[in-house]
């Protein structure tokens, strides 16, 4: 199995996702700002709820041609549909996230049979002793951002930088407290545009990204997991069909907006980018 990725824009070819059938509203780790919201205000979704999205969303990806590969699940293991989190892919490299919260390690047991089918000498296994989560990668060509967050440390930034050596730049972004990864404050539309929640990122760190026109997104936006936008290809965006205002500003550049209902399935912290790994864009 081929695995390439270069930016986070290109033709997407193949994607890892996984089912949400594990899903038990009962046993939400209350661990993140979203969740404690819903739980706490009777909004959980039911796990009905959010198979029913994922099937729309997986249906949008098949109709652009997009192969989609799902991940077995593993019993009593949380966030499981979750996939960019457990590994992520730069250039030919086929990383294996060392994840921060010991719920949600074994999960990528289940991707044994997809992992199996690409060449042993790119799969990477990140360190025990370092935590680097796919969420908190965002690749851009030769420059790799990686989000310092509740999940990520420095040490997976060093960690990086050493396994790719000079052909990357690996930049590290600071997020502000509460935020859980770099991609729900940050995404990249385009070689030119991304979608950016200014108040989740450290001063020094949003000044890194001055290279970007940004569509800035506001709080609710963002706690909606506005910026959680997923890009199939450099003319087919997926968003969330309830935030209009983003959906516009990204068509005014050129750029379709196929709308698909996640709002149940965020609730539980998460959204398009989160719930897909992809594996291999065109150049």
């Known amino acids: 199995m081929n695995v390439n990725i270069n930016n986070e824009y290109g033709k997407l070819k193949s994607v890892v996702v996984a089912s949400a059938a594990y899903f038990n509203p009962d046993s939400l780790a209350l661990n993140n700002e979203t969740i404690k919201f819903y739980a706490e205000n009777g909004g959980v979704p039911s796990k009905e709820d959010i198979l029913k999205e994922q099937k729309v969303f997986w249906n949008k990806l098949r109709e652009l041609n997009v192969n989609v590969l799902e991940a077995e699940l593993i019993d009593g293991?949380?966030?499981?549909?979750?996939?960019?989190?457990?590994?992520?892919?730069?250039?030919?490299?086929?990383?294996i996230s060392n994840m921060r919260k010991e719920n949600r390690r074994l999960a990528i047991n289940g991707w044994e049979k997809i992992i199996n089918e690409i060449s042993s000498e790119n799969v990477i296994r990140v360190p025990a002793n370092v935590y680097l989560e796919g969420g908190d990668v965002v690749v851009d060509c030769n420059t790799v951002y990686v989000g310092i967050s509740e999940r990520t440390t420095m040490e997976g930034v060093l960690f990086l930088k050493e396994v790719l050596g000079s052909e990357y730049?690996?930049?590290?972004?600071?997020?502000?407290?509460?935020?859980?990864?770099?991609?729900?404050?940050?995404?990249?539309?385009?070689p030119?545009?991304?979608?950016?929640?200014?108040?989740?990122?450290?001063?020094?760190?949003?000044?890194?990204?001055?290279?970007?026109?940004?569509?800035?997104?506001?709080d609710k936006e963002q706690f909606e997991l506005a910026t959680n936008v997923f890009v199939v290809d450099p003319n087919n965006v997926i968003a969330n069909s309830a935030h209009k205002r983003i959906i516009d500003e990204i068509k005014k550049i050129g750029i379709n907006?196929?709308?698909?209902?996640?709002?149940?399935?965020?609730?539980?912290?998460?959204?398009?980018?989160?719930?897909?790994?992809?594996?291999e864009r065109d150049v």
């Open 77 to 95: 293991v949380k966030g499981q549909m979750f996939t960019r989190d457990l590994a992520f892919v730069i250039g030919n490299k086929f990383f």
């Open 169 to 190: 730049e690996v930049i590290p972004l600071k997020l502000k407290p509460k935020f859980l990864h770099l991609d729900v404050v940050f995404t990249i539309i385009n």
């Open 257 to 279: 907006v196929i709308e698909v209902d996640l709002t149940e399935t965020a609730k539980d912290g998460g959204a398009f980018r989160c719930m897909t790994c992809p594996i």
């Open 192 to 218: 030119n545009i991304a979608l950016v929640y200014k108040e989740g990122i450290d001063e020094k760190s949003y000044d890194l990204l001055n290279k970007y026109n940004k569509i800035e997104v506001t």
